[in-house]
């Protein structure tokens, strides 16, 4: 399959600072990102989606001005956690979908703890 | 009624018996359909794909989608203590928009 690249994988902050995460589609152009967190023990739910070029798209209960999204181009968007606090730390999980698949592939995750 | 919903678990085998999954969705629309396994503290992997009514194998795994029942599953042949994982079921209605159902643990025995 296809790779996505997820960086960093861990991460330690203070709370209130922020805390950006990069999303890479190392062999494909990536049309369509998504953005997932995961508390322990839950699934997966997904935070919003971005198109390269065009604003990301939020669920419902998320934070667009807490959980900032960029997709410039069709190999990279970042996820920043701005002004972190303890509740923010989960592990957050990025996706990237095609024009060519209907599946979508998942980058290795980044585990965040704000202390 | 969730779009995606899967048995929690946790489902337990013994080794090299067959473990079958199953996951129920509630949108008609819904075209494609994935099962994901996920290691625990890790990122989910793809194990299977299916897109049209019947079976779909590949190796030990075999997904069985079937439309009019809003049903697929996944069965797992020959199970193996490193099939042990959280399976999640997964569907896209467009735009590569995946939903997820709660994922079921199962744990095979040595």
């Known amino acids: 399959g296809a790779v996505v690249s997820q960086h960093p994988s861990r991460v330690i902050c203070k709370s209130g600072t922020s805390v950006k995460i990069e999303c890479r589609s190392l062999d494909f152009q990536a049309t369509t990102m998504f953005w997932y967190r995961q508390f322990p023990k839950q699934s997966l739910m997904l935070m919003a989606t971005?198109?390269?070029?065009?604003?990301?798209?939020?669920e419902q209960g998320v934070e667009k001005d807490k959980f900032l999204i960029n997709h410039a181009s069709l190999t990279l968007s970042t996820l920043t956690v701005t002004s972190a606090h303890p509740e923010d730390s989960s592990f957050y999980i990025c996706?990237?979908?095609?024009?060519?698949?209907?599946?979508?592939?998942f980058g290795q995750g980044t585990r965040l703890t704000v202390v | 009624q969730k779009e995606v919903e899967q048995n929690s678990g946790p489902l337990s085998v013994p080794e090299g018996a067959i473990a079958s999954l199953n996951c129920t969705y509630s949108?008609?629309?819904?075209?494609?359909f994935f099962w994901y396994r996920q290691y625990s503290g890790k990122s989910p992997e793809l194990i299977m794909s299916?897109?049209?009514?019947g079976d779909k194998e590949d190796g030990r795994f075999t997904a069985q989608l079937n439309k009019a029942s809003q049903y697929v599953s996944l069965l797992i042949r020959d199970s193996q203590p490193s099939d042990s994982a959280t399976y999640l079921c997964?569907?896209?209605?467009?735009?590569?928009?995946?939903?997820f159902g709660k994922g079921t643990l199962l744990t095979v025995n040595p």
């Open positions: 997964a569907v896209i209605k467009n735009n590569y928009k995946l939903t």
């Open positions: 949108d008609r629309v819904s075209q494609s």
């Open positions: 971005s198109n390269e070029g065009s604003k990301a798209t939020y």
């Open positions: 996706s990237a979908g095609s024009n060519m698949n209907t599946e979508a592939f």
């Open positions: 299916i897109y049209s009514n």
